[in-house]
């Protein structure tokens, strides 16, 4: 019987030995998420659609511990939205680059939990268009955030993970916003805040679910 116990600790000890991401592995892989709401106000239905598109590079440090850079595009729309005024319609298009760190927890064999902490310069544009007028304007908004996304790893071949991630689940940033009005110049303004947000949220349009491969070799 000690025999028996002595050979399924052995193979339970394997298996997990087998899961580890070894110190040097070199980690390359992309990452997608996607978000699509509708309500209706009155006879009018509101859409807001958005979504990231990522890749990144890493290296493990020491086992189970990866760090590395990425760069990602997030783009995004709003329609038939009402501001008391008019109705209007909004366009996105957000670009980030930055550094990650990576920790692995091994849960059974080839099947990992993960949290990550991003690190980022992120710029973008985004363009206010009402349905009545002419008038628009546009926010130019840069800063830097830090976030925090923990996910699920499965190794579906030696050197292929597929992901499962839930992108800023907490996130707080800088952000230095600028306003260009269209049609009324002297009305531009420039704001700069601090703020904290989660993917979570109702109003988030970068997707509260992602999904993503990693080679690791």
């Given at each position: 019987?000690?025999?028996?116990?002595?050979?399924?600790?052995?193979?339970?000890?394997?298996?997990?030995?087998?899961?580890?991401?070894?110190?040097?592995?070199?980690?390359?892989?992309?990452?997608?998420?996607?978000?699509?709401?509708?309500?209706?106000?009155?006879?009018?239905?509101?859409?807001?659609?958005?979504?990231?598109?990522?890749?990144?590079?890493?290296?493990?440090?020491?086992?189970?511990?990866?760090?590395?850079?990425?760069?990602?595009?997030?783009?995004?729309?709003?329609e038939n939205f009402y501001n008391g005024i008019d109705t209007f319609n909004t366009k996105t298009n957000q670009f980030d680059i930055g550094a990650f760190y990576r920790y692995y927890k091994v849960i059974l064999k080839d099947f990992y939990f993960f949290a990550g902490i991003e690190a980022a310069y992120t710029t973008s544009v985004q363009k206010?268009?009402?349905?009545?007028s002419t008038d628009g304007y546009e926010y130019d908004r840069n800063g830097a955030y830090?976030?925090?996304?923990?996910?699920?790893s499965y190794s579906v071949f030696k050197k292929l993970q597929i992901e499962l991630t839930f992108p800023n689940i907490v996130s707080v940033g800088y952000f230095v916003t600028k306003l260009n009005n269209r049609t009324t110049p002297a009305s531009d303004f420039k704001t700069r805040d601090f703020s904290a947000y989660s993917s979570l949220s109702s109003g988030s349009q970068q997707g509260w679910l992602g999904i993503g491969f990693r080679f690791v070799i």
């Open positions: 019987m000690s025999k028996l116990y002595l050979f399924i600790f052995a193979v339970v000890i394997s298996h997990f030995t087998q899961a580890q991401i070894n110190k040097g592995s070199y980690l390359i892989g992309g990452q997608l998420s996607f978000s699509n709401t509708k309500t209706e106000s009155g006879s009018v239905e509101q859409s807001s659609t958005g979504g990231a598109f990522g890749l990144s590079v890493g290296k493990a440090f020491k086992q189970n511990n990866a760090a590395g850079l990425f760069v990602r595009y997030s783009p995004s729309k709003q206010y268009n009402y349905k009545s830090l976030s925090v996304t923990p996910g699920l």
